[in-house]
């Protein structure tokens, strides 16, 4: 019998993992520079959390046969920290600043076969902070995250859930949500069949395609029939542009041409999980260009976990590993190797058993990383040499019977190669 | 570059003379010599890829190709996740469920409960069985449809009729009719979003040239 991975799951070897955690520890270095803090949350939670919000269906996700009622793995973070933010977290003092690294779980739909199953995600999560100043925390974070993964060819695109959805609300009860559908997913075909007035179908077919340069959809977006809280909305939205334009690292915005935002009110959602910015982040690296995260703001959300719905504004994003890393392979920085280790310690017998380990101990007690091999087996001295080459470990150690090393340097075959590893 | 998928068939000559008029020249594909997939507008501005039409919505929704023509039929089998642009007109034809002339059946209600359907459409004619609560055994099929109740292997058919010519010489009738298929203006989401290279300009083009054909 041969034992398989389940269809979609993926083991990750050492190189992988090696390449994974470069990404993983660039981001976590912003994260901390910023004033986050790590939270890790059950990978196991009740469906009921995970689809409170309105964003995850029950067919996304994987469910788990448990006596504690229905329990799924989680498909995203956010759930979890709004849940343990209201309950855990009461009582703390506002702004919380937290940010993840793990491993989210969306069923494959039944038509893509064999689709990925399990992803791994790193995010940040502000809680308790209302107001642009927050928006742009984030953003600005996030393009510190791009610019720290010298991700240069980038690009967000940038929606206001909470103006969307004031645009929305003046077309007729029983169709709004049709027309939210048909906008969401770009389907210009059905907002032209459905029946609407002549001037009810223009600006749907003008939310459609309400996006592009900031400066141009600002400039439409006022000239709209906008009420007072939307239209303070924009004006939180143009502060935001407005500050983001000046502070965006220069390297991000090397097409000349545009700005690295692109604006727009059609990136919208069929539930109201979003209350204020949404967003996508897209790198144009490879082709076709790719969505390597996402993320918003959700003020209502932890109030649908607070005992007595009592909501904090929350914002965040989350960016996909295996997205990440497949738009940095290939820009060369990734590592091409595992590390190699810097000693193999042989014993040349058995009675010089605990005067290698005590050797081995010794290097490895050294104030920078050195990594020491053991060698385990009765090979003989060419073989042994032949392996430390073939591993590029540069110095090994033969311990003789009483106890004395003799050292002796290994010259790779490929010394070509060597020092860039 | 800019890339659209074309499916092959019914579709191609149409969607080529439809792209020819808005200054991208795939005729090539035409041709009967020709056995290339991918070819280039001669003016460089723009590639094509030649799949079949059930095909052309994954392109489409893998970003491999930007832009793709396909019919409604196809999209709305495959609910693949795309912009649809532009119905296009052309390529119409109708999704219906036929049975022999010979039977008693005359609607698709009448026909027996867990009796058997014959079709290449099966998401489709799964959704329309389920909308009118009538169980039925979907028998999922390549092409020659006809043959299932020709030859008694189900009591109907879910498939696309044009003129109606192939169900009559096959002795079988239309009882139901589903919808209407054309062919549809389909794109990647993300590069519509993102405008890739000036993806709106050709859409726009090809939207004035419907408008003015109506």
Known sequence: MVYQSPAGARDLLPLDVAQKRWIEERLQQVFHRWGYHRIITSTLE???????????????????QSDEGEIGLRPELTASIARTAVTRMAGALYPQRL????????????????????????????LGAQ???????????????????????????????????????????????????????????????????????????????????????????????????????????????????????????????????ILDLSLIQTFDYYTGIVFKVVSNTTYPARIIGQGGRYDQLLGLYHPQAETVSGIGFSLNIEDLHQVLLPSQQLPHATPTSNWLVIPETPQAYTAAFAYAAKLRASQHLVRVEMDLGDSDPDTIREYARHRRIQQIAWIKSEGLPSIESITSTKSLLSPSQ | MLTVALPKGALLKDSISLLQSVGLDFSAFLDSANRQLQIQDPTGKAQALLVRTHDVPVYVEYGQAQLG??????IREKKPQVAHLIDLGYGRCRMSV???????????????????????????????????????????????????????????????????RTLRENGLIEIEILYESTARLIAHPLSYRLNTDNLSEVIEKIRSHILAAV
Not at chain 1, 99 to 126: I, M
């Open chain 1, 131 to 261: 107001g642009w100043l927050a928006d742009a925390e984030i953003l600005l974070l996030l393009a510190e995250c791009m610019q720290e993964l010298s991700l240069n060819n980038w690009c967000l695109i940038l929606g206001e859930a909470g103006i969307a959805r004031s645009l929305l609300s003046t077309f007729p009860a029983n169709l709004r949500e049709q027309v939210r559908y048909a906008i969401a997913h770009l389907d210009r075909i059905t907002l032209e069949t459905l029946p609407l007035s002549r001037e009810e179908c223009d600006r749907a077919l003008m939310m459609l395609d309400l996006r592009g340069h900031p400066a141009d959809v600002l400039q439409k977006i006022a000239s709209l029939d906008l009420e007072t809280p939307q239209a303070e909305a924009l004006h939180r939205l143009k502060s935001l542009i407005a500050l983001l334009n000046e502070c965006f690292p220069v390297s991000s915005s090397q097409s000349t041409t545009s700005s690295p935002i």
């Open chain 2, 98 to 164: 036929a049975v022999k002339a010979s039977s008693p059946y005359r609607s698709a209600v009448e026909l027996p409960t867990n009796s058997r359907v014959a079709s290449k459409f099966v998401h489709c004619a799964r959704e329309y069985f389920d909308s009118i609560d009538l169980p039925v055994e979907i028998v999922p099929l390549y092409g020659s449809v006809e043959l299932g109740p020709i030859t008694g292997m189900s009591e109907a058919i879910v498939d696309l009729v044009s003129t109606g």
């Open chain 2, 69 to 74: 023509i396909a019919g409604y039929d196809v």
């Open chain 1, 99 to 126: 940010y993840y690294n793990a491993n989210v779980f969306r069923r494959a739909s039944s038509t893509h076969h064999n689709q990925q199953q399990e992803f791994y995600q790193a995010g940040v999560e502000l």
């Open chain 1, 46 to 64: 009740h469906l009921d959390t995970l689809m409170a919000g309105g964003a995850v269906q029950r067919s996304q996700l994987i469910q788990l």
